[in-house]
């Protein structure tokens, strides 16, 4: 088999096919330098299962016993253990349990269909089974972004965090929703990612380098040294029709985010890629046709079960100004603990569906009335 792109999706495959079926033919085909690039993936401990957790633990760089956010006029910390993979330890662990005789680096591919990639340089290589695992693609549907810039800074001082905070709404709210993320490495290093939810792709490198150490400076950070610096811009979905997704996406087996699978509002695809890659390495029959149908219908059902998601990004994104939408998160972390384990893990009941949606808006009611009526338009009924 032939998995086009060694990001998080094509690697958990990779590894989980070598595991399960150890005796299968496996290349792993890396556009870049390293597998997995320069990112960290987190989430939460309630978002995976035990067993996920068990064969996720060898690439997991740090844990922490809960986290905070910060919001204007309150600050709240939640027990919620918190973990996190740098993509040096992934690309470490999945070189590893390859060999490197199923790992090609600086590889670009410049075409799949259901059982050829096409190299950029004109080699082309054929198997049963090829996997797209080349990051996400927009195609029909309806987006938002989130956009990041991340520094890893070694300080002249300790810090005097004991645990992320996942949020800090508190700056100034510029490009849309604009928090701090900050992961606290060791007593004198962090690592620190401005994040902006716009209705633009644009990504001001400059600007949040800028904006970063001031954030710092403002904490009483001093900053020693740059380590290392990572950046994103992952889509948020608002809606669209995720059949005519699949349809326009060619015949290899498309997979992460390529196939919609990440949270709706959060953006994290740890979670889902984990799931699926224990569900491709589960089936009877490893081609393109079996693997590409599988993925289709988990893409599907994952997109149908989360229109609620959706709907509270169109809320976010086309009900509030952009300065303003701080407001909407700041009014779910209100809400109790167990809620928002679930809400992050994807798994709402309809009374925290309920819960989410009751009580004073933070949105004008107008605006959240043409939402809710948009949803037949994009294919989107809530549920």
């Known amino acids: 088999m032939i998995i086009a792109g060694g990001g998080l999706a094509g690697g958990l495959i990779a590894l989980r096919l070598r595991a399960v079926r150890p005796s299968l033919d496996i290349l792993v085909l890396e556009a870049g330098p390293v597998l997995g690039g320069v990112h960290t993936w987190s989430c939460f401990e309630s978002d995976l299962t035990p067993a996920i957790s068990d064969w996720l633990d060898p690439m997991v760089g740090h844990r922490w016993a809960g986290?905070?956010?910060?919001?204007?006029?309150?600050?709240?910390?939640?027990?919620?253990?918190?973990?996190?993979?740098?993509?040096?330890?992934?690309?470490?662990?999945v070189a590893a349990e390859l060999g490197a005789a199923a790992i090609r680096l600086n590889t670009a591919v410049a075409d799949l269909n259901a059982n050829i990639a096409m190299l950029a340089d004109g080699t082309t290589l054929t198997a049963p089974l090829i996997i797209d695992a080349r990051g996400p693609t927009s195609g029909p549907l309806v987006l938002g972004w989130q956009k990041f810039l991340g520094q890893e800074l070694e300080l002249s001082a300790p810090h005097g965090l004991t645990g992320p905070i996942v949020m800090d709404a508190t700056v100034d709210q510029l490009d849309g929703y604009r928090f701090l993320y900050t992961l606290p490495l060791s007593p004198t290093r962090l690592l620190i990612e401005d994040t902006r939810y716009s209705d633009g792709e644009a990504l001001d490198k400059d600007a949040l380098r800028a904006d970063i150490a001031a954030y710092a400076s403002a904490q009483g950070w001093g900053?020693?040294?740059?380590?290392?610096?990572?950046?994103?811009?992952?889509?948020?979905?608002?809606g669209g029709d995720i059949s005519a997704w699949w349809n326009a996406s060619g015949s290899a087996a498309s997979v992460g985010l390529r196939a919609a699978l990440f949270?709706?509002?959060?953006?994290?695809?740890?979670?889902?890629?984990?799931?699926?890659?224990?569900?491709?390495?589960?089936?009877?029959?490893?081609?393109?046709?079996?693997?590409?149908?599988?993925?289709?219908?988990?893409?599907?059902?994952?997109?149908?079960?989360?229109?609620?998601?959706?709907?509270?990004?169109?809320?976010?994104?086309?009900?509030?100004?952009?300065?303003?939408?701080?407001?909407?998160?700041?009014?779910?972390?209100?809400?109790?603990?167990?809620?928002?384990?679930?809400f992050y893990a994807a798994r709402p009941t309809l009374a925290d569906k309920a819960r989410i949606l009751t009580g004073k808006p933070p949105v004008p009611i107008g605006a959240a009335i043409k939402v809710m009526a948009e949803s037949s338009v994009l294919k989107d009924l809530p549920r």
């Open 263 to 342: 949270h709706p509002v959060t953006g994290y695809s740890l979670p889902d890629a984990a799931r699926l890659a224990d569900e491709i390495a589960a089936l009877p029959r490893l081609d393109t046709a079996s693997v590409r149908a599988a993925v289709r219908q988990r893409s599907i059902t994952t997109w149908e079960e989360r229109a609620y998601f959706r709907l509270l990004n169109r809320m976010l994104f086309r009900a509030c100004a952009p300065e303003l939408r701080y407001r909407v998160l700041g009014r779910f972390y209100r809400l109790r603990q167990p809620l928002v384990e679930r």
């Open 67 to 93: 986290y905070s956010v910060r919001f204007p006029g309150y600050e709240r910390q939640l027990t919620t253990p918190y973990l996190s993979i740098p993509s040096s330890r992934f690309a470490s662990h």
């Open 223 to 238: 900053i020693a040294s740059l380590v290392r610096e990572e950046d994103g811009i992952l889509p948020i979905a608002l």
